[in-house]
């Protein structure tokens, strides 16, 4: 019998001590930041390759990870959150103490990409590594749900890790359960650059639906490139066959970095921009997401960015290429980092009355023919153009689809004259005739370079 009561005594006894100590654990926790601990948050994981990841306790997503040293070495979690279920969340830094891990995984990553030509050079090159990280460190997020919704409850945001104990971290997760199993992301941009591989980069928000407009993909990248675009990302949640052999092509060629965005598989996107019209949990597939993290994925890769969608070209009408506009605008608008260019559109239900470039090789190929839209509609009084944006990255903190939501720079709004969006597509003024129209030959002034380049991307693509 005493023996029982002493049995008893000790296991309450036990659980006593276990329930301060998980007590004590939970306050530590929720203090603002804690003294660092040892990595004894197993069971861990890194991030997986698909960009997007739960976080913990709650309905909202994590999307990448990067040091802002425009706020002090603060890290900046690209996120998804649910504007109804705000909750305090955390963050938990870690560094990964091992002084060869970076130059480890830079060879992994080299090796991998011989392996494998299509891979993209810009993968994050630590993502599945398999060393344990060392100190870590608590704290509580700022979160900034960004000022622009359209009216869906899952919002593009920041959430922001800020403490002086950041310096050496390396991985970071975002969590509202200090007890789930956490999932790490690489904390990018570690360091500031001043010279970049890029000098100019179009960020396609994203493609879905199974989009296959193969023919105008091809001419839009291949018009790209005569007026001076290096690199093309894209965000991928679905394609048709002939686009995906495009993309294979302009990956293997080393222009076009593929990002897969399987946001439907956490969410319902909606297919619209407004939610009073199209419903859904975010806008537009999440295409406010993919614009802020292209931002930062290419803040120190790329010179300048174009933030515009697959069918629109951003186009200089009083210069040669990009360099030479944003010399001259850059001279003459030193402190601006924002260049709004005025969107035009071009139905895709007029043709070009002499069938000039109806070629036959194309007609096999699905897709509009750009180059025989060339009926531009008119400006509409007291009706504003819409704007796409070329931006110095280093200049922007928050972007939404038309203009910025925070820069550190000014903002110019370029001229008509100048540089305008070549956008074609269905009208927005159908009743118009052809007559009532502008006639805009701007892409033709392109043709002897940009047919034979064309036909070149579609027959060693194996869409031809």
């Not at 038309?402 to 305008?420: A, E, I, M, W, Y």
Request: glycine share 4%; with cysteine.
């Amino acid at each position: 019998m005493m023996q029982r009561k002493l049995a008893l005594l000790i296991g309450i006894g036990a659980l006593t001590i276990l329930l301060i100590l998980r007590w004590e654990h939970t306050i530590t926790l929720m203090n603002r930041e804690t003294a660092s601990v040892q990595s004894a948050l197993q069971p861990w994981q890194w991030a997986p390759t698909d960009t997007i990841t739960p976080i913990p306790g709650s309905r909202h997503l994590m999307v990448s990870a990067f040091k802002d040293h425009r706020l002090g070495g603060a890290i900046r979690v690209i996120s998804i959150i649910c504007r109804q279920e705000r909750q305090p969340l955390y963050c938990v830094l870690c560094a990964n103490t091992d002084a060869n891990s970076k130059a480890d995984a830079n060879a992994n990553a080299d090796a991998n990409s011989k392996a494998d030509p299509n891979a993209d050079a810009t993968a994050n090159v630590d993502a599945k590594a398999d060393r344990p990280l060392g100190q870590c460190t608590f704290l509580q997020a700022k979160v900034d749900v960004h000022s622009e919704s359209f009216g869906f409850s899952f919002v593009t945001s920041d959430v922001l890790c800020m403490s002086p104990a950041l310096q050496q971290a390396t991985h970071v997760s975002i969590t509202a359960n200090p007890y789930a199993k956490l999932t790490f992301l690489s904390i990018q941009n570690q360091e500031v650059k001043e010279s970049f591989k890029y000098n100019f980069t179009v960020c396609i928000s994203n493609i879905f639906g199974e989009y296959n407009n193969a023919l105008q993909f091809a001419q839009t990248m291949e018009m790209y490139k005569l007026i001076g675009v290096q690199r093309v990302v894209i965000y991928n949640t679905s394609c048709g066959p002939d686009v995906e052999k495009i993309l294979k092509y302009y990956r293997k060629e080393g222009m076009l970095e593929v990002v897969p965005w399987p946001i439907d598989k956490f969410l319902t996107p909606s297919t619209g921009w407004k939610y009073d019209l199209h419903h859904g949990d975010i806008h537009y597939y999440g295409q406010l997401t993919t614009l802020n993290e292209c931002i930062y994925r290419y803040m120190y890769q790329s010179k300048y960015l174009l933030l515009n969608d697959i069918d629109e070209i951003i186009m200089p009408y009083k210069h040669a290429n990009l360099e030479k506009l944003m010399g001259t605008l850059q001279q003459q608008h030193p402190n601006a980092g924002v260049f709004e260019i005025e969107n035009h559109i071009f139905p895709k239900t007029q043709f070009d009355d002499s069938g000039r470039f109806r070629l036959p090789q194309w007609r096999s190929v699905p897709g509009v023919n750009i180059l025989e839209h060339v009926y531009r509609e008119p400006d509409r009084k007291h009706v504003l153009n819409p704007t796409k944006l070329l931006i110095n990255p280093r200049s922007v903190e928050q972007t939404s689809v038309h203009s910025t939501l925070k820069q550190f720079g000014l903002v110019f709004n370029v001229p008509f004259d100048v540089c305008r969006i070549i956008h074609v597509r269905g009208p927005l003024q159908g009743k118009l005739s052809k007559d009532q129209l502008f006639v805009d030959k701007k892409l033709w002034e392109f043709e002897k370079l940009l047919i034979p380049s064309i036909d070149r991307a579609l027959n060693e693509s194996g869409v031809l």
